[in-house]
């Protein structure tokens, strides 16, 4: 077991995500940066899929069993026993340990895995927490003070792996984000086009994880035309009457409505995500076959970036 003692701002049971359920009004969910979320696992020595712990602010726990953990993402300070320890690396951990962290320093979402995975049952194929709903995860809510989390039994082998920053840096160095055009991307007026392609962009402190708001040039539509609600895709680019920039994450609704100017690239999902208020972003178009090839070149970064004593 793992013994929650101080649960954080959101800190809730993730994994990939459910698939196959949009058309009954059901998201996918899952991990805001599934690259953090994969990489903490492969560092466990998992298989990539497991549950594991995402939380956004400093958190604190106690391991009620032995076990071996690794921790990603955003910046963080973490000590386990009072001793300072590293994100993207694993260590093994005695029962009865405390594990702190304190943060971000830089960077959103955090995660913590362990070997095994946490014991939760799966719903409809996954078990990440849907809170809009109220299912999945832990009783289907953000983790609380004394709560116990079910951790799989530690057979015993260890190996110490690392996570290189060669990769750390191909996932989240640099401050452009790469899309591709969307379906309604001609229904920006060309004065539009233009600040989106050039001007900088801050993300709304209020963002959350159905979606993240850009501050930034006010975005215009050559008319305002009724859209019939379509499916909304992980990184969907969204431009409402207001004029703000939205972009639609890992809890978005099912369809949407307002123009979908463009699709986040596969490349810059896990850099959009760890994006904060006090970053200038910008974002620039790429073709389809450039977004294939950016996401294999990373695939192939990240596989490399593994190393293990």
């Known amino acids: ?30 991990a805001m940066d599934l690259k953090a979320y994969w990489i903490a696992n492969k560092l466990c020595g998992n298989n990539g899929r497991e549950a594991v ?49 304190y943060g971000p320093y830089a960077g959103n979402w955090g995660y913590l ?11 409809l194929g996954g078990r990440a927490t849907n809170i809009l709903a109220g299912f999945g995860g832990y009783r289907g809510r953000a983790l609380r003070k004394d ?22 840096f191909a996932l989240y160095e640099g401050n452009v984000i790469f899309f591709i055009k969307g379906p309604e991307w001609e229904y920006l007026d060309p004065n539009s086009i233009d600040m989106l392609l050039s001007q900088p962009f801050t993300l709304n402190p209020a963002f959350n994880r159905m979606g993240y708001r850009f501050t930034g040039p006010t975005l215009t539509l050559l008319e305002e035309k009724e859209i019939i609600s379509a499916p909304v895709p992980l990184g969907g680019m969204q431009v409402p009457k207001s004029g703000e ?19 986040v690239a596969g490349e ?13 972003t910008f974002f620039k178009s790429i073709s389809l076959e450039e977004a294939e090839e950016k996401l294999y070149n990373l695939n192939k970064v990240i596989d490399e970036s593994f190393w293990e004593v």
């Open 1 to 30: 077991m793992l013994k929650i003692l101080k649960p954080g701002n959101l800190t809730t049971i993730q994994d990939r995500g459910r698939f196959g359920f949009q058309r009954y009004g059901l998201g996918p969910g899952g």
């Open 53 to 101: 712990l995402e939380f956004n602010s400093g958190i604190t726990v106690r391991f009620l069993k032995s076990t071996v953990f690794a921790l990603t993402g955003g910046k963080y300070r973490a000590f386990l026993n009072g001793i300072p320890i590293h994100f993207w690396q694993s260590y093994f951990v005695p029962a009865g340990s405390i594990l702190e962290i």
């Open 113 to 123: 895995a362990v070997k095994g995975g946490f014991l939760i049952p799966e719903i």
């Open 147 to 168: 709560d116990a989390i079910p951790v799989a039994d530690y057979d015993g082998s260890f190996k110490k792996r690392y996570f290189l920053p060669e990769g750390r």
């Open 245 to 263: 920039l939205i972009i639609l994450m890992a809890d978005r609704q099912t369809t949407g409505g307002y123009p979908l100017i463009g699709i």
């Open 268 to 280: 810059s999902l896990a850099r959009l995500a760890q994006k904060t208020p006090k970053e200038k």
